[in-house]
């Protein structure tokens, strides 16, 4: 896997070391549904425009839309590309699935 990321096994370690893993559907949905989901969206989005993941044609890191759980929509509400629902992982934290 270390190689398949680019790295090492060092380096692969460190990269999940700095990755949040949600083991357990409730503070999935905590996570979610908080604004801590706005603040690390838009440090995706602004990510992504520096290393030209949005394509070549990008004006900026709001010219996608990410859509969050409450119907807000970060960047563009014409281009929403990446959309979070807290639905089922509510349904998997109330034991429903």
């Given at each position: 896997?270390?190689?398949?990321?680019?790295?090492?096994?060092?380096?692969?370690?460190?990269?999940?070391?700095?990755?949040?893993m949600f083991?357990?559907?409730?503070?999935?949905v905590e996570?979610?549904?908080?604004?801590?989901?706005?603040?690390?969206?838009t440090n995706?989005?602004?990510?992504?425009?520096?290393?030209?993941?949005?394509?070549?044609?990008?004006?900026?890191?709001?010219?996608?839309?990410?859509?969050?759980?409450?119907?807000?929509?970060?960047?563009?509400?014409?281009?929403?590309?990446?959309?979070?629902?807290?639905?089922?992982?509510?349904?998997?934290?109330?034991?429903?699935?």
């Amino acid at each position: 896997m270390a190689t398949a990321s680019g790295t090492d096994l060092s380096g692969y370690d460190a990269q999940l070391a700095a990755t949040q893993m949600f083991f357990e559907p409730a503070p999935a949905v905590e996570f979610v549904e908080s604004s801590a989901l706005a603040e690390t969206m838009t440090n995706v989005a602004e990510f992504s425009f520096e290393h030209g993941l949005l394509g070549d044609g990008a004006p900026g890191p709001d010219f996608i839309g990410i859509e969050l759980p409450n119907g807000e929509v970060l960047g563009s509400e014409s281009n929403v590309k990446l959309r979070f629902d807290s639905s089922y992982m509510q349904m998997a934290a109330d034991g429903e699935i």
